[in-house]
């Protein structure tokens, strides 16, 4: 039986993975993908940040890809191995808050889909400019660089030769064998991610012994999320001003934050993006004149006070 080859992309929230996901999906290689892609929170952003290809995409919502939804994953890989010769591969981007072990383990422990698939790699996307605070302070940014077998050190323009010299002999310490591939906005080829058969089970099963049997695992229980909706248009210049004042006050609590947003009087999505104090905003393709043009803001952090946000928000409608 033919088995469908899968890639994990994971790496830490706002580290590239949907950029790495997109450069994927527009390259002209000739090939289908099927895309899993797993949110951290009640609403999904990521979805419609990917490329709108041909490929089909499934959404989970509202959980490590790891725990509540992990059900989910093997329903959905059950329903594409089905279809057999309908894809070339399977492409699953997790949340940048899940430990990638046990979304490991989901092709060895169950049987059906240890037949039908095989792990080819998993590619993890590392933020060269604040990996190192990461790793201080998030179980799961070390497993997602522990477990990796293709890493791209990812934003090696912010940050200067000698910081990057030490980024990379800090990943190093953890994991001396992975292949490293230092990008601008994950720009590599993809032969360098895709097609590596570079998983290595008896590599897992030195660091994490019980990898095979293993059903329990940390998570930093201080990192939350919000998330704000409005289907009125916002003003333009207040929005960003308050999104600019908010991450320059509150930038080392606020991990991610991700939206799509309504402008008054534009016709196309203003799509927001920001990793701590980093912001970036920029218009995007048009709103489909049958689509609802709902504005949707995703915060994640710590320390945060969702009713100022949700009041401070609301004060941005035009």
């Given at each position: 039986?033919?088995?469908?080859?899968?890639?994990?992309?994971?790496?830490?929230?706002?580290?590239?993975?949907?950029?790495?996901?997109?450069?994927?999906?527009?390259?002209?290689?000739?090939?289908?993908?099927?895309?899993?892609?797993?949110?951290?929170?009640?609403?999904?952003?990521?979805?419609?940040?990917?490329?709108?290809?041909?490929?089909?995409?499934?959404?989970?919502?509202?959980?490590?890809?790891?725990?509540?939804?992990?059900?989910?994953?093997?329903?959905?890989?059950?329903?594409?191995?089905?279809?057999?010769?309908?894809?070339?591969?399977?492409?699953?981007?997790?949340?940048?808050?899940?430990?990638?072990?046990?979304?490991?383990?989901?092709?060895?422990?169950?049987?059906?889909?240890?037949?039908?698939?095989?792990?080819?790699?998993?590619?993890?996307?590392?933020?060269?400019?604040?990996?190192?605070?990461?790793?201080?302070?998030?179980?799961?940014?070390?497993?997602?660089?522990?477990?990796?077998?293709?890493?791209?050190?990812?934003?090696?323009?912010?940050?200067?030769?000698?910081?990057?010299?030490?980024?990379?002999?800090?990943?190093?310490?953890?994991?001396?064998?992975?292949?490293?591939?230092?990008?601008?906005?994950?720009?590599?080829?993809?032969?360098?991610?895709?097609?590596?058969?570079?998983?290595?089970?008896?590599?897992?099963?030195?660091?994490?012994?019980?990898?095979?049997?293993?059903?329990?695992?940390?998570?930093?229980?201080?990192?939350?999320?919000?998330?704000?909706?409005?289907?009125?248009?916002?003003?333009?210049?207040?929005?960003?001003?308050?999104?600019?004042?908010?991450?320059?006050?509150?930038?080392?609590?606020?991990?991610?934050?991700?939206?799509?947003?309504?402008?008054?009087?534009?016709?196309?999505?203003?799509?927001?993006?920001?990793?701590?104090?980093?912001?970036?905003?920029?218009?995007?393709?048009?709103?489909?004149?049958?689509?609802?043009?709902?504005?949707?803001?995703?915060?994640?952090?710590?320390?945060?006070?969702?009713?100022?946000?949700?009041q401070q928000f609301d004060a941005c409608i035009a």
């Amino acid at each position: 039986m033919n088995q469908i080859p899968v890639t994990v992309l994971t790496g830490y929230l706002g580290a590239g993975k949907t950029t790495l996901l997109n450069r994927i999906l527009t390259e002209q290689h000739g090939k289908k993908y099927a895309v899993v892609v797993n949110e951290f929170g009640e609403i999904g952003i990521d979805n419609d940040l990917v490329v709108d290809a041909d490929e089909e995409v499934f959404e989970m919502n509202n959980g490590c890809i790891c725990c509540t939804v992990r059900g989910d994953l093997i329903r959905i890989l059950g329903g594409l191995m089905k279809r057999q010769g309908a894809f070339d591969g399977i492409l699953i981007e997790t949340t940048g808050l899940a430990d990638p072990a046990p979304v490991a383990q989901t092709f060895f422990v169950d049987d059906d889909v240890r037949r039908r698939t095989w792990l080819d790699s998993i590619v993890t996307v590392v933020d060269a400019r604040h990996v190192v605070q990461r790793l201080d302070d998030s179980h799961e940014a070390l497993e997602q660089i522990a477990f990796a077998d293709v890493l791209l050190l990812n934003k090696t323009d912010l940050v200067t030769t000698d910081e990057l010299a030490q980024v990379e002999k800090r990943i190093r310490s953890i994991n001396p064998t992975a292949v490293i591939h230092h990008t601008e906005r994950c720009e590599v080829g993809l032969d360098s991610v895709l097609g590596r058969r570079a998983f290595d089970l008896d590599r897992i099963l030195a660091i994490e012994p019980d990898f095979l049997s293993e059903d329990d695992h940390e998570h930093d229980d201080a990192v939350t999320s919000v998330c704000l909706r409005t289907d009125q248009p916002l003003d333009g210049g207040r929005f960003t001003g308050w999104l600019q004042r908010l991450l320059a006050e509150r930038g080392q609590d606020l991990l991610r934050t991700k939206g799509i947003v309504s402008i008054a009087g534009k016709d196309n999505q203003f799509v927001v993006q920001a990793v701590h104090m980093l912001l970036e905003g920029s218009f995007t393709r048009r709103w489909d004149p049958e689509e609802s043009r709902e504005s949707r803001l995703v915060f994640i952090g710590r320390n945060i006070d969702e009713a100022a946000l949700r009041q401070q928000f609301d004060a941005c409608i035009a």
